[in-house]
């Protein structure tokens, strides 16, 4: 059975409210009223009898489906046996990563239900739209607010948000970023599109979106923009690297990466806290001669050799990843599941509470769930990646957009401490359905 026009609208909508609540502090209600409509329209879709499109696929024989089978196993194996605390590392397994499960079959759920078996551009093509708008809705807010507060004093305050702050704002914005550029990317190959507007608009959506990336002032989020673009124009080179289009294939490396280099000079130039960002890193690393990390108000903040105090960010950052490896050297089948292994550590070792995160989101997985975690991770993340680009070499540009999103929160979950609570709910959601949207039956996708 087909998908009616409001089951599609229905299903968009509700996508769309869920990516625009998910990072508004205070929304967590609201946000779980939202899924658990999607999962009580999919309920009344089974319920009618409205088979899935594509019914036969059996995508548990994909690689990574498997994959992400064998890291949950270990999860549960490693809490049982090793872990710290096992009450609070079971209730954080079970609300954090199996909800996150959960919400990333929700999506593939949605997508499914709502593709049609019998037509191309079918409605689950238009729900990447919605979210797409939803996201971009934060990059207006926030440009909005800025342009008010500039009117208003007279000075123009990068960074000034409408809510939260830099490290919230900036996760909905570099995944707007992934999905704008991964879009502009299929026309330009002349693959169609992703998104339904004009050219002309999915310029001017990315244009904006790139001007918000730097006037959210996150540093990391600006790296991670940059190693997006960076891995895109290799992609488009490799695309075109045919005798007959290596000039056209040049031609995209370069504009991309020239677009990505102007984005990090702009950051530099805007970011006064690049100044005294490598001589931080440096006086970070002797964690034993400087404790300040350890404790600000007790031990004497680090000063430069130019007089300078050690930039607060940089300084902090480094010197948790360095006490974080410290930690899965002593311990590495990992302390237990939890956003708080890196607190447990430092309680642990250095008798220290109030700690939760090294503020590297791969550093505190690893630390929570070993080497063997960390491989399992790594191994899915591979995959994941590999079955994008497999389907984007045949033909399908939304392998193309299921890559640029995954490598989006990879890189931001290297470099901050982002591999939990809404962020990561956030992008198992989009992943779920674009996953659906690379692996579905060619019938399905659109011409």
């Known amino acids: 059975m087909k998908p009616t026009h409001v089951q599609c609208l229905t299903g968009a909508t509700l996508l769309a409210g869920v990516f625009f609540v998910f990072p508004i502090p205070h929304t967590v209600a609201v946000r779980n ?44 194996v490693q809490t049982s046996l090793w872990a710290v605390d096992k009450a609070f590392s079971f209730g954080d397994l079970i609300e954090e990563w199996l909800g996150t499960l959960l919400v990333a ?37 926030m440009l909005a607010y800025q342009a008010v507060r500039w009117a208003q004093t007279g000075h123009y305050a990068l960074g000034s948000m409408p809510y939260g702050d830099y490290a919230v704002l900036s996760t909905p914005i570099n995944m707007a970023f992934a999905l704008l550029a991964a879009d502009l990317a299929v026309r ?37 923009v940059f190693a997006v673009l960076a891995m895109l124009a290799l992609l488009l080179a490799w695309r075109k690297r045919g005798l007959r289009q290596s000039r056209r294939g040049m031609l995209a490396f370069l504009t991309v990466l020239m677009l990505a280099t102007s984005l990090l000079a702009a950051n530099l130039l805007a970011d006064r806290r690049w100044a005294t960002f490598f001589g931080s890193v440096t006086m970070a690393q002797d964690t034993a001669g400087h404790k300040a990390w350890l404790d600000d108000p007790q031990y004497p903040w680090p000063m430069l050799d130019a007089g300078q105090a050690a930039d607060h960010s940089a300084y902090m950052r480094i010197a948790w990843a360095k006490v974080a490896l410290d930690g899965i050297a002593s311990r590495p089948l990992g302390y237990g599941y939890g956003l708080g ?8 070792e250095y008798g220290r509470k109030g700690f939760v995160s ?21 191994a899915l993340c591979f995959l994941l990646f590999r079955r994008g680009w497999l389907a984007w070499s045949a033909g399908n540009p939304w392998g193309l957009a299921l890559m640029l999103t995954l490598a989006n929160y990879f890189v931001r979950i290297v470099l901050d401490g982002h591999f939990g609570s809404f962020r990561l709910k956030m992008v198992a ?5 674009l996953y659906w949207l690379t692996v579905r039956p060619a019938a399905n996708r659109e011409a």
């Open 358 to 378: 090294s503020h590297s989101g791969l550093l505190d997985f690893t630390l929570a769930n070993g080497l063997p975690g960390l491989a399992l991770l790594l």
């Open 33 to 76: 009223l939202l899924l658990l409509a999607l999962i009580g329209m999919l309920l009344v879709m089974w319920r009618r009898g409205e088979t899935a499109a594509g019914g036969g696929v059996a995508v548990y024989r994909n690689m990574e489906i498997p994959a992400l089978g064998a890291l949950t196993l270990w999860m549960f």
């Open 341 to 348: 292994g890196f607190g447990r550590y430092i309680e642990a």
């Open 429 to 433: 959601l989009l992943l779920g359905i």
């Open 188 to 224: 330009w190959l002349g693959d169609g599109k992703l998104f339904p507007w004009s050219d002309r608009a999915a310029r001017l959506l990315l244009f904006v979106t790139t001007v918000a990336v730097i006037a959210v002032r996150a540093r990391n989020g600006v790296i991670t």
């Open 105 to 141: 079959w929700v999506g593939y759920a949605v997508a499914r239900r709502l593709s049609k078996t019998d037509a191309p551009n079918c409605c689950a093509d238009r729900l990447p739209a919605w979210i797409a708008l939803a996201l971009f809705v934060h990059t207006g807010w």
